[in-house]
């Protein structure tokens, strides 16, 4: 067996500093693909290769996150409040971590970002393509999107998911149109879908295979 990373290559670092700026990659999909482990295994290693790297996630801890993150306790916003609460966290997130470490020239890895808001939001009736407008209004482009892909099924299995049978029916077809939301991204240039099936090793140099493949 090779080994289970691609090298470090020369081409890595003059790609990052040829932008003129930091490098800057979005891990999004639907829970229960392990988008976090990944995000947190890509950083680990980006930064073993010498980089400086910033990892982050959304919602975060801030004040709007914290308001998203309690309704899923207290009772779920209405729509247009949940909306807006996720667009004033990133708004802030972007004004105070996202921008300055890509201008300081760092990698930014991010754990959900406005293709979840797309996904999530568009499956609670707003329009994916409207959603995306209103962001990157304010919001930078990732130069890579990275999405964790896994069907339906294997991804409740994987956290576990039980409950009444109406209510996993209900978050089966919800997770579905937020999979399909996400899916429709995978024709753009700076989109890369993953197969996450097999093991965290397995998908783990899936991920580093196609950021290195972007770089150079
Ligand atoms: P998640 O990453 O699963 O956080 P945790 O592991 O702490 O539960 O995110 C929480 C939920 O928020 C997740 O179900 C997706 C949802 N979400 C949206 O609905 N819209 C968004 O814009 C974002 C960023 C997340």
């Not at 040829?18 to 890509?42: C, H, M, N, P, Y």
Request: aromatic share 8%; proline share 5%; glycine share 8%.
């Amino acid at each position: 067996m090779g080994p289970s990373f691609p090298p470090n290559t020369p081409q890595f670092a003059s790609a990052s500093i040829a932008t003129g700026r930091g490098l800057f990659i979005v891990i999004e999909g639907i829970d229960g693909t392990g988008k976090s482990t990944q995000a947190q295994r890509l950083g680990e290693w980006l930064a073993s290769q010498g980089h400086e790297v910033v990892l982050s996630r959304e919602p975060t801890a801030g004040p709007w996150g914290k308001k998203v993150r309690e309704s899923a306790a207290t009772g779920r916003l209405s729509p247009e409040n949940e909306l807006q609460y996720f667009l004033n966290d990133r708004r802030q997130h972007v004004e105070e971590l996202i921008a300055p470490s890509l201008a300081a020239g760092k990698v930014v890895i991010l754990d959900r970002y406005y293709f979840s808001t797309m996904a999530y939001q568009g499956a609670r009736g707003f329009d994916p393509t409207e959603i995306r407008r209103k962001n990157e209004e304010f919001a930078p482009v990732p130069d890579l999107l990275l999405i964790m892909d896994l069907d339906v099924d294997a991804a409740l299995e994987r956290i576990g998911a039980r409950g009444d049978t109406a209510n996993e029916f209900e978050k089966r077809e919800n997770l579905e149109r937020c999979r399909e939301i996400f899916l429709s991204l995978k024709d753009e240039s700076f989109v890369r879908v993953i197969d996450t099936r097999g093991t965290l090793d397995e998908v783990a140099a899936r991920v580093r295979e196609v950021v290195v493949r972007h770089l150079v």
